[in-house]
């Protein structure tokens, strides 16, 4: 289920005096089993695209099509299904009163019978790593993290072929942010759905996705691999960005030593890059 | 969206003499002027008091269909009581055949009026807001409810309860807005069905924005405990209220017009 994205703009409240254009112009191609980060300034129409791939805003003009289909057209519930938004703080959303009747909201309208409704919640409840006990307990009486990820599992229950994540990991500590990122990765390459990812957290686009997507003012700045947008640092610098902190030490690396490869993001991959340096130092007669 | 159409109590930034007015002023003047709007009854006064309303409007700044936009969500109100008042006032029937044996004349005429105060009223007050900031609009209505401290009124604690209302209404609309969203996500439907399947739907709703309406007031009361906030006694303020040349001009002129529509309604 590709999403086009055709001279997208929209306006907000448009002839008020509060009239603001968040999208300009946005040309863009998502094509299956992408796994997509999109970072920009706060204010730079992140959550307003993201709104625009399940039509729950629509273009001011331009056109959206998911899997073919224009968003302002019919099919709006199907479109949903197909198009899993996780919205930022999703666990304020919860209301059941129990986990287990709050994942069965996006089920509601299924006609399933009870069995496989309590499989599919199982299912997902294992995906996103949470034990089954949780599901009786109230979604109020449970901590944060195990909140955003029942509420993360209340979108995915619907076996969306596309999922977009509004900063997953907002307010979370460390090991609530890796263990999110690791469900997310392996549902990702588990069920080869669509992934995309917003996010302030350079470190966490450069280990996770294959494409970025930088927003600025409401236009894309950037689109292209990891590499490629985070080799260009005064680029992202200067729109209020910035490279995984990373970067910025093996450029430091590289004034002092430039056989190094600069080009590397992670903290892994920096590691893999010193290490293969030192060996062949050490190789080098002395 | 949501917060498109509830125009009545935003404040909109602007420099006109009614932006620079006193809120005092400007609260003493739209309280006599819905006294006005039912004082005025012949057919030229209304006209005058409309033509006045239109031109203030005009002088605000604000753009005249954002202001006549805010009569939207009131529509229902104004046409129901018109409706209402066509069919029920006594008088001289339009036609002798059914229905309109049951329209009278004098019912129109009352209608019309009173669609018209009440659009004139709206207006003003959403003038009221438009042009004063939530804070000003709150410290007006403090210092002028301040003579009545004397006799055990809470003015300070009323002026604080309606400003943190004030402020809060666009947090909430847009909270709601958010949560709606969120749900339209996993797959709520909040436009088909009957009514009870209607009011069903908000549920997943109305349940986390109460949640999240408690948890901001805890975090508001634990904030303003944090800065020693205690009520009223004692109290000084940053911003002094002040008349100044604009609240003059402004009080003035309104009470001229005001003068000259009364002298030529009773006169």
Redesign the interface.
Known sequence: MPIVLENLTHI??P???FEKAALKDINLKIEDGEFIGIIGHTGSGKSTLI?HF?G?LKPTSGRVLVNGQETSGKGL?EL??HV????QY?E????EETVYKDIA??L??DNLSEDEKRKKILEVISAVGLKEEVLEKSP?EISGGQKRRVAIA??LV?NPGILVLDEPTAGLDPRGRDEIFGFVSKIHESMGITVILVSHSMEDIAKLVNRVIVMNKGAVEVDGTVTEVFADIPRLESIGLSAPQVAYLMKRLKQLRPEIDENVFTVAAARDELLKHLGKEVQKPC | MLNASITIGQYIPGDSVLHRADPRTKIILSIVFMVMTFLVNSFWTFAALTAFTLVVVLISGVPMKYTLRGLKPLLFIIIFTAVINIFTTSGTPISQTIPFKYITYEGIELALKLAVRLALIIISGSLLTFTTTPILLTDGIEKLLNPLKKIGVPAHELAMMMSIALRFIPTLLEETDKIMKAQAARGADFDTGNLVQRAKSFIPVLVPLFVSAFRRADELATAMEARCYRGGAGRTRMRQLKFTEADTKVFVTSVVVFAALLLLEYL
């Open positions: 907000y409240m002839g008020t005096p709104q399940n729950l519930k949903r299904r899993g938004i996780v919205f999703p304020h959303q919860l209301f909201f996006g509601q309208k109020f209340g979108v619907m």
